[in-house]
């Protein structure tokens, strides 16, 4: 028992891990872009009323290549988090079925479900429902967005096509 409990431990300790690494690499992107986009915003107010300049399209891309950069560390990361709780929880059921941390009773509950405890009911309610990973995944996309309207809006090249031949018909009607 002490052994399998010793494991259990440990395990407990990889998945607390994973998420703080989760969380501070989330915390570092997040900082990273916020500072971005206060230089940004800085610019885009001092040339309101002239064309902005090449710097905001480059904070822009290099904005954009940050948060590129986020969501793929925080979808391999998330799923490093969603390993370790899977372990955590085959050795929870294998174990100990009657603790019911992150098995059972806990798995329903980070899944939606309604759970009792001693005569009391607890859920995530309406809002909790949705899994912090759709939430996560969603916010970092609306800075790509964010990131691409301004790279559109800024592109620095005026670009405007020009006919260069006159056109041709491709199919002509006979009378």
Avoid: C
């Avoid at 899944?111 to 309610?125: C, D, M, R």
């Amino acid at each position: 028992m002490n052994e399998k409990l010793e494991k259990y431990k440990i395990m407990q300790e990889f998945t607390l891990n994973e998420g703080h690494v989760l969380w501070n690499f989330s915390q570092s992107y997040l900082i990273a872009n916020t500072i971005i986009l206060a230089f940004v915003s800085q610019k885009l107010s001092d040339n309101f009323l002239n064309k902005p300049h090449l710097l905001v399209f480059l904070l822009s891309f290099v904005g954009l290549t940050v948060t590129l950069l986020w969501l793929s560390s925080y979808w391999r990361r998330s799923k490093y988090y969603e390993f370790r709780i899977a372990q955590l929880r085959e050795v929870e059921e294998e174990s100990f079925q009657d603790w019911n941390f992150v098995a059972g009773k806990g798995k329903g509950f980070s899944n939606g479900e309604s759970v009792q405890i001693k005569e009391k009911e607890y859920s995530l309610g309406p809002f909790g429902k949705q899994r912090t990973r759709y939430i996560a995944t969603t916010f970092i996309f609306i800075f790509v967005g964010v990131y691409f309207f301004l790279l559109y809006t800024t592109f620095p090249l005026d670009i405007k096509v020009k006919p260069t031949a006159k056109p041709v018909k491709l199919i002509e009607l006979k009378k």
